[in-house]
């Protein structure tokens, strides 16, 4: 398995310490707009909607007569 590379472009490492979940910053309340909630919940639905899309895509490939990679042999 791929292992993760934490970057090293200053960039990037201010992008990935500024958004990075920690037990810490689960439990912190955001407001966007007039949109407020607590960061887990917001990551939970991030994951949800990726995962609806991901089963769609599941669905276009077995119709077009292909293997979804999470079904692919190893």
């Known amino acids: 398995p791929k292992q993760f590379v934490r970057p ?9 310490t500024r958004y990075a979940a920690t037990d810490a910053t689960l439990g912190q ?3 966007v707009g007039r949109a407020r909630g ?12 990726d995962n609806e899309h991901y089963g769609t895509l599941v669905t ?3 119709l ?9 042999r190893q």
């Open 64 to 72: 077009n007569g292909l293997v979804p990679p999470s079904s692919q």
């Open 29 to 31: 309340e955001y407001t």
């Open 38 to 49: 607590v960061r887990l919940a917001a990551l939970v639905s991030n994951v949800t909607h």
């Open 8 to 16: 090293s472009n200053p960039r990037e490492i201010s992008m990935f």
């Open 60 to 62: 276009y490939f077995r």
